[in-house]
């Protein structure tokens, strides 16, 4: 077996769940988009859904049919890309809660469905999704006459406290939203973390179910071990690996493992002075670039060759290889390859 | 439907395979490992064979399964990780050929599959897969006595023409190989393109096939459509997307489309000055990050609202994708994601 094994804890993701859930000052729901960020939605749905969660939300309709399909009839999907051309028999069949984001999205939403249930996004300034002010204020009184079950809108810079962009979201969220008796949804994880002022009446944690930052007290989630195909004993002054980025100051052991950027272990990564692999407690350095299905590391310090190692768990997490890649733990997540093998501990 | 769609020409595929193949000297392969460079290993691998392809390589031997179901009996299928612990039965069942890389493996090969065909990958100085030149030393008259189909090595820096390491790989692989009879491989297409001095008996031709360098004369195999979920007009002064790392300078068209780094639309594309999408002809800069499920972009050039825009055409390849990710279109192929609807051309 060359396949690596990607270990998805449905406790800790729980435990993620109920501990944001005590920070939330309101109903806590879940996004699960990117197919559960890229653990499986259908597992962790039902993972959310049996931790207490009875609101998700998803990035397509598609994506909402498929936890329609894991979850049953009952908890709500939501839709953040809303209703877009020829989803209506989607979100009928799925039963689904589009987040209607422009006049185009709603006039479609009750042509083709009149009297199905949506929700309202909202733009408070990201400038991404959801109805400007202007627009809001003209279709204010037609859409709330439907009862929508939420009104929603997203915080640009959360994962910055002191970003004076939260506090203008706020104002906008809230100035858009006085007085009107639907449910209302602000914050994501990171919003969460900025205190009850952003809690509404629903929160919607994804990155900390997963065990990323900002949630820095999240378990983790994720572990992640990949099988050595061979070791080899590499002489000072030979390179190894693609454009011969890497040479060896003194005699190496070096020992391939199964798994590359195809798996979505970025190539930016190999970039990094401080990438590493670990065997038990022990820190082992990527050598040379990461290939598409294939990672070289100095086991040097291995007193004996070993049968794989690991790349993700507790002794570091996604953000840590996000660091090195240059990027965020969300799209180590998502990025996490179809040929691992996913194996579920609950 | 806010599924984006990926269209892949398996006609320019198929022409690519056979330009490659007016240019090799010797049988030409196919690699179409990692689900066939992002694109679908089934209708990849039987578009090369209608085209003539004989020798397919992937890199793990539950690929070759996939492929094998696809292809039906008769074409070789190589596996370059070799015969892995557990491999056994399904090198046996999809008759598969492992390119066995060490001791090790050749001990597992032969005690468990007994009589089972099997080839050889070389070391030539990579130092990431394949038997080092003392080991081989050792084992080549007992290998060869079981009349391997193929003995082969890789080259690191075939995409670099001038790079020293070109020559001392072909010189260490003569060295390696001199004299015996069984077939010989050591170009994919970057050593395809070095000339006939590379191409022994068989190349194994990948990148290429796919439309990426450095094969500059390929053809164009993927387009990528990503549907708009919305217009909005953004004013002088205001930010979007994450962090606000874009504000407007004036009044600006902003579309925002479904698809982002869940996608494999690598978030590290949200940094490049010139990143863009296309409409037709026009060019459209992206605006501030890569969401994981959205991107941003001014089409403040168009007369009307889009339905969808083009990332990945005759405009602009996997290449384009590469430079503004600061990678190699090898990892922009095979990040493309697992929402995207693909739609086989032939």
Same mark, same amino acid.
């Given at each position: 077996m060359s396949t690596a094994k990607l270990t998805i804890d449905l406790t800790a993701l729980a435990d993620n769940w109920r501990a944001l859930d005590r920070l939330s000052e309101s109903e806590t729901g879940a996004v699960v988009k990117a197919d559960g960020y890229g653990l499986g939605v259908a597992q962790v749905g039902k993972a959310l859904a049996m931790a207490g969660a009875r609101k998700f939300f998803v990035a397509q309709a598609e994506e909402g049919l498929a936890l329609r399909r894991a979850l049953g009839h009952g908890p709500e999907i939501n839709v953040f890309s809303g209703h877009m051309a020829g989803d209506a028999e989607l979100i009928r069949s799925a039963d689904l809660i589009p987040m209607i984001n422009s006049t185009d999205q709603l006039l479609r939403q009750v042509e083709t469905l009149p009297g199905h249930v949506f929700g309202i996004q909202l733009d408070?300034?990201?400038?991404?999704?959801g109805m400007e002010p202007a627009e809001w204020a003209a279709l204010r009184d037609i859409a709330l006459a439907q009862r929508p079950p939420l009104v929603m809108s997203h915080l640009?810079? *959360? $994962?910055?406290?002191?970003?004076p962009m939260n506090a203008a979201q706020l104002q906008s969220f809230c100035d858009m939203t006085q007085g009107i008796d639907a449910p209302r949804s602000l914050a994501a994880t990171g919003g969460i973390l900025l205190g009850p002022a952003y809690h509404f009446d629903v929160t919607r944690p994804g990155i900390g179910l997963y065990?990323?930052?900002?949630? *820095? $007290?999240a378990q983790t989630v994720v572990t992640l071990d990949l099988p050595v195909i061979q070791t080899r004993t590499v002489a000072a002054g030979e390179t190894i690996g693609y454009g011969n980025t890497w040479t060896a100051q003194a005699e190496t052991q070096v020992a391939t493992v199964s798994g590359g950027y195809a798996d979505?272990?970025?190539?930016?990564?190999?970039?990094?002075?401080?990438a590493a692999f670990y065997h038990g407690d022990i820190r082992l350095p990527i050598l040379g670039r990461v290939s598409m299905d294939l990672i070289t590391v100095?086991?040097?310090?291995?007193s004996e060759p070993p049968e794989s190692l690991r790349l993700l768990g507790d002794a570091q997490g996604v953000d840590t290889l996000a660091d090195w890649a240059g990027t965020i733990g969300y799209e180590i997540l998502t990025s996490l390859g179809a040929r691992f093998e996913r194996i579920y501990r609950s």
């Amino acid at each position: 077996m060359s396949t690596a094994k990607l270990t998805i804890d449905l406790t800790a993701l729980a435990d993620n769940w109920r501990a944001l859930d005590r920070l939330s000052e309101s109903e806590t729901g879940a996004v699960v988009k990117a197919d559960g960020y890229g653990l499986g939605v259908a597992q962790v749905g039902k993972a959310l859904a049996m931790a207490g969660a009875r609101k998700f939300f998803v990035a397509q309709a598609e994506e909402g049919l498929a936890l329609r399909r894991a979850l049953g009839h009952g908890p709500e999907i939501n839709v953040f890309s809303g209703h877009m051309a020829g989803d209506a028999e989607l979100i009928r069949s799925a039963d689904l809660i589009p987040m209607i984001n422009s006049t185009d999205q709603l006039l479609r939403q009750v042509e083709t469905l009149p009297g199905h249930v949506f929700g309202i996004q909202l733009d408070s300034g990201m400038n991404r999704l959801g109805m400007e002010p202007a627009e809001w204020a003209a279709l204010r009184d037609i859409a709330l006459a439907q009862r929508p079950p939420l009104v929603m809108s997203h915080l640009a810079c *959360a $994962d910055e406290p002191e970003h004076p962009m939260n506090a203008a979201q706020l104002q906008s969220f809230c100035d858009m939203t006085q007085g009107i008796d639907a449910p209302r949804s602000l914050a994501a994880t990171g919003g969460i973390l900025l205190g009850p002022a952003y809690h509404f009446d629903v929160t919607r944690p994804g990155i900390g179910l997963y065990g990323g930052l900002p949630f *820095a $007290d999240a378990q983790t989630v994720v572990t992640l071990d990949l099988p050595v195909i061979q070791t080899r004993t590499v002489a000072a002054g030979e390179t190894i690996g693609y454009g011969n980025t890497w040479t060896a100051q003194a005699e190496t052991q070096v020992a391939t493992v199964s798994g590359g950027y195809a798996d979505g272990l970025l190539r930016a990564m190999g970039n990094a002075s401080d990438a590493a692999f670990y065997h038990g407690d022990i820190r082992l350095p990527i050598l040379g670039r990461v290939s598409m299905d294939l990672i070289t590391v100095d086991v040097s310090s291995l007193s004996e060759p070993p049968e794989s190692l690991r790349l993700l768990g507790d002794a570091q997490g996604v953000d840590t290889l996000a660091d090195w890649a240059g990027t965020i733990g969300y799209e180590i997540l998502t990025s996490l390859g179809a040929r691992f093998e996913r194996i579920y501990r609950s």
